[in-house]
């Protein structure tokens, strides 16, 4: 019903920068949040960033302050800034997406994955 693009995934030194783009198509009405996950290694998937329609923003602690998620609802894209990068932000980066009810895992629409690897 949705589907999400992802690009900006990247090497790079530790301190550097990235932006993480996705862009959804298809079956977008009723899309209420957009958003970021990762899992890196050896780890459970965890929220990174989400931004909600009314735009509203969830970040996790470990990323407060050193990355901004945005959305532009007109173009249906969610990124990610991501800097000061550390080299425990390693990790396969997910967008995501909900679409109608907050209390269904239904709902719930994922990218594919882009790698970011950050080197000491």
């Known amino acids: 019903q949705v589907q999400l693009v992802e690009s900006g995934g990247d090497l790079v030194q530790a301190g550097g920068s990235l932006r993480l783009s996705c862009a959804a198509s298809?079956?977008?009405?009723?899309?209420?949040?957009m958003g970021w996950y990762r899992q890196a290694p050896g780890k459970q998937r965890e929220l990174v960033a989400t931004v909600t329609s009314p735009g509203t923003t969830n970040y996790a602690d470990s990323v407060k302050g050193r990355f901004t998620v945005s959305r532009d609802n007109a173009k249906n894209t969610v990124n990610l800034q991501m800097n000061s990068l550390k080299p425990e932000d390693t990790a396969v980066y997910y967008c995501?997406?909900?679409?109608?009810?907050?209390?269904?895992?239904?709902?719930?629409?994922w990218g594919q994955g882009t790698q970011v690897t950050v080197s000491s």
């Open positions: 298809g079956s977008i009405f009723g899309i209420n949040a």
């Open positions: 995501y997406a909900h679409k109608g009810s907050w209390y269904s895992s239904a709902g719930d629409f």
